[in-house]
């Protein structure tokens, strides 16, 4: 069963620019997360997709946002970025009924920001 | 709101010692799961173990237990015959019945020395 995948692995961009971050599920997950792990700061949750619409988001700006298709992968925006933007972002995916099942998490995109 | 902490930001063992991680959490709820994740230098993040907060029998995986204290909200993790592979950030995690977002704990680093 092939995991989580996100794309791409490293992305470099410089202040005030747009980033996009890719990421598919596991097959038969239909909730997706976005988290971002800081330097320092642990992993901070982003954003929560199911069935296509958003479910919960954290305690992050408006330049963050996303989406999910469909297929129910999804993508994460960031717009007007800023140097402190630059953190590992890892996606997970679960059932939308999870019970005690774990989320399964992607390698990361690892976002560097100029 | 539920928070994790992990009050060990660093942890050394030597190989085929045993050490144990700690983790506290709070909250006001009565049906929740915890999780431990390893995250290697690789990046990506990797189930060590669950528990449920309604069993009252502690998690074990291979080389990997919990000493789960629901009263004292406290989920530690031990790791017996501690291997080179076992080196890697260990993440606290938190999560409330349903499918909702994993909280987590800022980490321990754990340094396995041969």
């Known amino acids: 069963e092939a995991g989580v995948t996100q794309s791409p692995t490293h992305l470099i961009k410089t202040r005030g620019q747009q980033a996009t971050l890719r990421c598919s599920p596991i097959s038969g997950h239909t909730s997706v997360y976005w988290y971002q792990q800081a330097l320092g700061l642990g992993l901070q949750f982003l954003l929560w997709y199911d069935e296509g619409e958003e479910r919960n988001r954290g305690n992050f700006p408006p330049r963050f946002s996303g989406r999910q298709f469909p297929n129910y992968s999804s993508e994460l925006n960031v717009n007007a970025l800023e140097l402190e933007d630059s953190a590992l972002y890892l996606c997970a995916s679960s059932f939308r009924f999870a019970g005690n099942q774990p989320q399964h998490f992607g390698d990361g995109t690892r976002l560097s920001i100029l | 709101a539920q928070t994790v902490t992990q009050s060990q930001p660093e942890m050394s063992v030597q190989e085929a010692e045993t050490v144990t991680l700690s983790c506290t959490y709070d909250t006001s709820e009565s049906d929740y799961y915890l999780f431990w994740y390893k995250q290697p230098p690789s990046r990506q993040m990797i189930l060590v173990i669950r528990?449920?907060?309604?069993?009252?029998q502690n998690a074990t995986e291979n080389r990997f237990s919990v000493n789960f204290q629901k009263a004292a909200k406290s989920f530690s993790l031990k790791i017996s015959d501690s291997q080179l592979g076992d080196a890697a950030m260990y993440f606290c995690a938190y999560r409330s019945a349903g499918n909702t977002p994993l909280v987590f704990g800022k980490g321990t680093r754990l340094s396995v020395i041969a």
């Open positions: 528990q449920e907060a309604y069993k009252q």
